[in-house]
């Protein structure tokens, strides 16, 4: 007897990258969806045992994706998982996917903004569909991207999936554009999008020093040999930018969206944090001011560390978690957790993503309508601000001078008993000010003598 998934032709894809997430892509869709034996040949490979009976109602007629072409930098390099030679060729040169007729689909895993950008612009430009995990290249190039895929979409309907893109595993991107809030209005959305630097924070908590924990967060392969992305907040800036996109219709570019890593958050801050009831996250925040009462007014996004009260959602967020908080009129506060990060999370939503183009259920416009939501990125906060300095007399008078002058008014003045006269520290907390207020505070503040290196600053949410 012929089966349904023999007769019917498999959706054909080119993977390039295969690495991390390459890796568990492949094998989420050869072996754990049986695409390895859904094509052409019925060969199975020891790899593809897992694809047991249960898991064959996956493999309807329509939903028979096969992986036929990987590209590599490296073709002789070792791979951690199986690739079955009978079904899947390995490849060095790109061009041989984009331009391989008999491939409908190209999952774009290699990551970076060169290689990865000329790719999928080739691919989408073939009529080829398009599945990314590429959360630098989709927000470097917002606008260009969706411009070009509402062109190629005038002739070729192709489908651009990028769920895997922000939050990993977390089915975020599909929430926003699928739906979920169309009879909403979305407020306000945090995420910490940052898997890396979230253990980092939390084990920073518990008092271990920055360096000491970046040290071995690279031994435990969460950070980069080079971690600027991850530490000085660019990965979740491009991350916010994304969100903001989906959440609000406008385009921010991430240039323009004031980033502050964690380099500058210590031990000492944690310990304040504490005595306010407080943690410490980095956080991309999207949210629009109120104007009339209602969040109607401009839209400010920024990424920077922030005290969030321990009861508050975000705060549930440990080790290398992620989470994101979504505040609307409707709904009210809903949160969203999961791991952010990895090979299988990673790759089950680019899978989610591939299924979708298969039965296609996947939006020809991935991307909201632009709106005409002004932006202000100078946004309003209270602000947590720590200052370093060499005890001696008026200190705390000339802080309280430079913030009258400054128009910002201080909700509280916190000091842990002075240890060593010569390196002390006190934190000043404000009522809602400006960003730009208080960098110039801290500016003013730090050319006084007494004060010892530049203050830290960090906005703070306020209690749940
Ligand atoms: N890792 C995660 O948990 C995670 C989570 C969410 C999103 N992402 C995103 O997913 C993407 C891939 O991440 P990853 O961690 O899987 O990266 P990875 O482990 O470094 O793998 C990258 C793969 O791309 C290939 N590649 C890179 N440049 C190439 C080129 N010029 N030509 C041909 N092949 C090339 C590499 O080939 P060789 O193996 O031959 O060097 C490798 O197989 C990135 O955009 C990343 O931001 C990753």
Avoid: W
Avoid at 78 to 91: A, L, S, Y
Avoid at 122 to 146: F, H, P, Q, R, Y
Avoid at 319 to 343: K, Q, W
């Amino acid at each position: 007897m012929t089966s349904s998934s023999q007769l019917a032709r498999p959706l054909r894809i080119g993977l390039i990258g295969a690495g991390t997430v390459g890796g568990g892509v492949y094998e989420i869709i050869m072996n754990r969806l049986g695409g390895g034996g859904g094509s052409s040949s019925s060969n199975t490979t020891a790899g593809q045992s897992s694809s047991s009976p249960s898991n064959n109602h996956h493999r309807s007629a329509n939903l028979h994706p096969v992986i036929t072409k990987i590209c590599v930098r490296d073709a002789s390099k070792p791979r951690t998982f199986h690739i079955d030679p009978t079904h899947t060729q390995i490849v060095t040169d790109v061009a041989s996917i984009i331009n391989d007729t008999d491939i409908d689909l190209v999952v774009e895993v290699a990551g970076g903004t060169t290689f990865a950008k000329d790719a999928v612009y080739a691919s989408l430009k073939m009529g080829k569909s398009v599945v990314t995990a590429n959360k630098a290249l989709i927000a470097e190039n917002l606008d260009e991207l969706i411009g070009l895929i509402h062109d190629v979409n005038t002739k070729n309907g192709v489908k651009f999936g990028y769920e895997a893109s922000v939050c990993g595993g977390i089915p975020i991107i599909h929430t926003l554009s699928g739906g979920c809030y169309k009879g909403d209005i979305i407020n306000e959305i945090m995420g910490i999008c940052n898997g890396t630097t979230n253990y980092m924070l939390g084990k920073m908590e518990e008092g271990v020093d920055y360096n000491e924990v970046l040290k071995e967060a690279q031994a435990l392969g969460f950070a980069e040999a080079d971690p600027t992305a991850d530490v000085e907040g660019h990965d979740v800036r491009a991350k916010i930018s994304i969100l903001a996109k989906l959440s609000f219709g406008t385009t921010v570019p991430v240039h323009t969206i004031p980033c502050m890593g964690i380099t500058n958050v210590s031990v000492i801050d944690f310990a304040y944090a504490k005595s306010m009831g407080c943690t410490i996250k980095l956080i991309g925040t999207a949210t629009r001011k109120s104007q009339f009462g209602e969040h109607d007014g401009a839209l400010s996004v920024y990424v920077s560390p922030k005290l969030v009260p321990n009861d508050h959602p975000l705060a549930s967020a440990t080790g290398c978690g992620n989470a994101v908080v979504v505040n609307s009129a409707n709904l009210g506060t809903a949160l969203y957790t999961g791991p952010g990060a990895g090979r299988y999370p990673t790759a089950n939503s680019i899978v989610a993503d591939i299924m979708r183009v298969a039965d296609s259920t996947c939006p020809s416009a991935p991307f909201p309508l632009s709106s005409s939501i002004e932006i202000d990125n100078d946004y309003e906060s209270a602000f947590y601000i720590r200052i370093s300095f060499q005890d001696g007399l008026g200190i705390v008078r000339k802080v309280g001078e430079v913030a009258e002058s400054m128009g910002m008014s201080i909700h509280s003045i916190l000091q842990q008993p002075i240890t060593d006269r010569m390196a002390a520290d006190t934190v000043v907390t404000t009522e809602a000010c400006k960003l730009s207020q208080v960098q110039e505070f801290c500016n003013r503040i730090e050319k006084e003598d007494f004060v010892l290196c530049p203050p830290v600053f960090m906005p703070m949410i306020p209690e749940y």
